[in-house]
């Protein structure tokens, strides 16, 4: 039985390329459906080898990437094809053929929630070589969102500027468009960020942010109190009363 698994191995291996070729992925990645996502992607080709006591240079001539299929060889659909006619709009290849294989997911789907592997293929096959270790895309429909902000919101005055950051709770890197609500009515701004500058008393109130495709799961309320020049007055004669 080890000895059939080493064979099968060695021949996965074999399929997959030589050695000294790299393919260099990201770490794992947490996208939001409806987001768009960019793999960063580098890869090492194979420059040369010998054959019958001679140097054979080697070139590369395709790339592809796939999902599915640990070798990403022979007929394996693939997302992206360099030779092929038929492209999917919705992946983009931001790649070459000398070292850059970045791809761009745009619309991302739960079908893309897989992991996605790269191969290089060159003019003989001693250049073939596939990143069978890949990078994995977590995709989530419809996650928990919460708010953060860049300062604390007790203790805001008139005048200031505060940003407010809308994110998932457990998928904080790639959203798409979303919509901000204040007292439960829309607000202007759409984006992952909310700028309040110059602070004023109308702009208190309690804040939500949700994904503009899919409301299910607002952010709990978060409050924002913006002190008036009143209460600051106030608070500073209290000062000088305790002193």
Request: with cysteine; aromatic share 8%; hydrophobic share 35%.
């Amino acid at each position: 039985m080890v000895w059939d698994e080493m064979i099968v191995w060695t021949f996965m291996f074999l399929l997959a390329g030589a050695a000294s070729a790299d393919v260099k992925y990201p770490e794992p990645v947490c996208a939001v459906e409806g987001s768009t996502v960019t793999l960063p992607c580098s890869f090492t080709p194979l420059k040369s080898f010998t054959q019958d006591g001679k140097e054979v240079q080697l070139k590369i001539l395709r790339v592809r990437w796939c999902v599915n299929h640990l070798i990403c060889q022979g007929s394996t659909p693939s997302v992206f094809d360099s030779r092929s006619i038929i492209t999917n709009s919705r992946y983009q290849y931001l790649g070459d053929l000398k070292g850059n294989c970045t791809l761009k997911i745009r619309d991302i789907q739960m079908i893309d929630n897989t992991t996605f592997r790269f191969r290089m293929e060159a003019n003989y096959n001693k250049g073939h070589y596939t990143g069978m270790s890949g990078v994995r895309v977590t995709v989530t429909e419809a996650p928990q969102m919460r708010i953060t902000s860049s300062h604390d919101a007790a203790q805001l005055s008139q005048g200031q500027t505060v940003t407010l950051h809308c994110t998932a709770v457990h998928c904080a890197s790639h959203l798409p468009e979303v919509t901000w609500f204040k007292d439960g009515h829309p607000h202007p701004q759409s984006g992952p960020t909310l700028q309040l500058s110059p602070l004023t008393a109308k702009d208190s109130g309690n804040y939500t942010c949700a994904l503009k495709k899919n409301k299910k799961t607002p952010s709990p309320p978060y409050t924002v109190r913006v002190k008036e020049e009143e209460e600051k007055k106030d608070a500073g004669l209290l000062d000088q009363f305790y002193l």
